[in-house]
């Protein structure tokens, strides 16, 4: 009977060596990845830093244009709906039909920003903030839109949102006791607090900041003069109100509470 050899391949990997291999890999995967995040965390700050410049450019010129004023930031049927993140609503509309804009809906309506996606960081975490909410089926700024019907995301209204917070505060606010914020934002440029921003990424909860990591969080902050300031100040977020936001309090007063106490908190 004739005997059958079974040659070993020389080249082959064992077991062990295959394990090692796996194990320098993993080794390597653990120490690449958490760089990996911090960079791509940094350019989604950056970039959302950048459109804040932009909007803040944009907004000059608008201001520039039409004597000082900033965009109306109109409520809706004598309401004190302060919305800072509102662009359109299906149920303030013009004579003719068409949505009426909202604050930097403005900007793109009079074509001082062409590309709405300007108007949102990329790093937002809740899908009501993010540009690709609004763009499916329609163009940005019409409606309806598939995503804010109460089926799809069990919003009762159709609004477009934006993706940052806007909240413009006069040097000489006058302050309602009974919320702790102004009685009415500011109407022109020029008396705009310029120790204090007018706009922000989006502030809802701390658990929805765009910049937040297990030890930091952070915002960007558009200031009068046009620039832009990065906030990491953990003063900034452990004021109380945070606590009543991040436990599902979403009465308006709050919100408007949230934005004048962080935006105070912010330094130029």
Not at 42 to 55: E, F, H, M, P, S
Request: glycine content about 6%; proline content about 6%; hydrophobic content about 35%.
């Amino acid at each position: 009977m004739k005997t059958i050899k079974i040659q070993r391949n020389g080249s082959a990997f064992t077991l062990i060596e295959l394990l090692v291999v796996i194990a320098v890999i993993a080794l390597l995967l653990s120490i690449v990845t958490p760089a990996l995040k911090k960079a791509q965390d940094t350019a989604k700050r950056v970039i959302c830093g950048a459109r804040l410049n932009q909007i803040g450019k944009a907004m000059k010129m608008y201001s520039d244009a039409f004597g000082g004023s900033l965009p109306d930031d109109h409520n809706v049927n004598g309401s004190r709906e302060r919305h800072g993140y509102i662009a359109y609503r299906n149920d303030n509309r013009l004579s003719d039909g068409s949505l009426k804009p909202y604050r930097f809906a403005y900007l793109y309506e009079l074509n001082y920003i062409e590309t709405p996606e300007i108007f949102y960081c990329p790093g937002n975490r809740l899908d009501a903030y993010k540009y690709e909410s609004y763009t499916q089926p329609s163009p940005w700024g019409t409606l309806p839109q598939d995503f804010n019907t109460a089926s799809a995301a069990g919003f009762g209204n159709q609004w477009v949102r934006i993706g940052y917070t806007y909240f413009p505060v006069e040097r000489n606010a006058r302050i309602d006791p009974a919320i702790g914020a102004p009685y009415e934002l500011g109407k022109k440029f020029i008396q705009l607090n310029p120790n204090m921003p007018y706009a922000s990424d989006l502030l809802h909860n701390r658990q929805s900041l765009a910049h937040r990591t297990k030890t930091v969080m952070s915002i960007n902050a558009l200031f009068p003069d046009g620039h832009v300031a990065v906030c990491n100040d953990p003063e900034a977020f452990q004021d109380a109100i945070w606590d009543r936001v991040d436990n599902g309090i979403s009465a308006q007063t709050d919100y408007d509470f949230l934005y004048y106490s962080v935006f105070r908190l912010v330094r130029p």
